[in-house]
């Protein structure tokens, strides 16, 4: 979770009492495993199936799956830590943390180009074909994962450059902050997360309202694919959070000063749980030529 250097502190000085930590631990673990339960049975499914293997909509949502299972594994493990070790290797930190970033900033960008493909295949059918390839639907997960490696690794280049060897080999409690400690990093990431958080959100919105005019006119089909795009923008909204989540801590903790604990767990909870469990609404639900194949998975 992402909070301030000065709120470093007070995670430090704060514990819950055992039966809190291990009921905040018990429904972070349950929630995690079952969510990846669904999320195997949908990946299984695409793999079995060769009819996702050739449409652009089902690659995007493979890869957000994927992308959801190690950002969930490797943030309810971190989780955990926080509670069990407590405080890890900086260098075994740094690896969990740059997973967890990567994953986490993959998200909205994945979920703004499912939107793009939506609306391409609504208001552009007769080319949708030609413009949604394979091999471009590729090409874009590729320029994802450049995207968060160009937003992530100077992070850990700067840091392996400027610190010294022992910081690497002492302990500390596995933050952002702790394992990126320098002030420049902090403000880079929050020119880069302001960056990203405009360019999504002028994304969804811009499909979205395109989709509805089309909507209003047309078929059955652009109707659900409207319904599918406002899914989508909650789906987002709850992952963009990732941008303003320092804003939306210190709200919380305005309205609820003396839960700082509890804040902390209820935003990691909407911020890294809920968003991951939306997408097998939308796909392994809502979708008909996927709930047909999913079916017969989802119980081995």
């Avoid at 890869?63 to 989780?79: A, E, W, Y």
């Avoid at 499912?114 to 609504?122: F, H, S």
């Amino acid at each position: 979770m992402n909070v301030s250097s000065a709120n470093v502190t007070l995670v430090l000085q704060y514990r819950d009492s055992f039966s809190k930590a291990l009921t905040k631990n018990v429904i972070v673990v349950v929630l995690g495993i079952s969510i990846n339960y669904i999320n195997a049975g949908l990946i299984r499914t695409f793999c079995k199936h060769q009819i996702f293997y050739t449409n652009p909509r089902y690659i995007l949502f493979f890869h957000l799956v994927v992308n959801d299972m190690i950002q969930l594994t490797v943030t309810v493990l971190l989780f955990v830590l926080s509670y069990t070790v407590y405080k890890i290797k900086v260098s075994f930190c740094c690896i969990l943390v740059v997973l967890a970033v990567f994953t986490t900033e993959n998200t909205p960008l994945n979920l703004a180009c499912m939107a793009v493909e939506c609306y391409i295949a609504v208001c552009f059918p007769l080319r949708h074909m030609q413009i949604c390839t394979v091999r471009r639907t590729l090409m874009l997960i590729g320029f994802m994962w450049s995207t968060t490696m160009l937003s992530v690794l100077p992070d850990l280049f700067f840091t392996l450059a400027t610190e010294p060897l022992d910081f690497f080999h002492s302990k500390d409690v596995c933050l952002r902050e702790t394992a990126f400690p320098n002030p420049f990093i902090i403000k880079k990431r929050d020119v880069t997360y302001s960056v990203f958080l405009v360019t999504v959100s002028i994304t969804i919105f811009y499909t979205y309202f395109n989709i509805l005019f089309t909507a209003k006119k047309a078929s059955i089909d652009a109707k659900k694919a409207r319904n599918t795009i406002v899914l989508h923008g909650f789906q987002l909204l709850l992952c963009m959070t990732t941008y303003t989540e320092l804003q939306v801590f210190n709200i919380l903790n305005h309205f609820f000063p003396e839960n700082y604990l509890d804040n902390l767990f209820a935003l990691y909870i909407i911020v890294q749980i809920l968003p991951r469990s939306i997408s097998p609404i939308l796909y392994g639900i809502r979708d008909k030529t996927f709930r047909i194949h999913l079916k017969s998975h989802l119980w081995c």
